[in-house]
């Protein structure tokens, strides 16, 4: 029975300096959930809207 025990150990000695060190590498997928609602998608867009009109004029007025 001893001999039983010390073969399983030194079998799980192998095992695990065979296997122990092996790199797994995973793939990570992140998701990105937009949570803007479409009042506020609207909103933003407006305000873009606003600052190239802004820009423009300031163009305009400086040359």
Known sequence: MKKLF????VAGMIFTSACGTQ?????E???????????????IEAEEVEVEVEEEETEETAA
């Open 23 to 27: 790199e797994v590498e995973t793939e």
């Open 29 to 43: 997928n992140v998701e990105i959930i937009d949570e803007t609602t479409e009042v506020e998608a609207e909103e």
């Open 6 to 9: 010390a073969l399983l150990a």
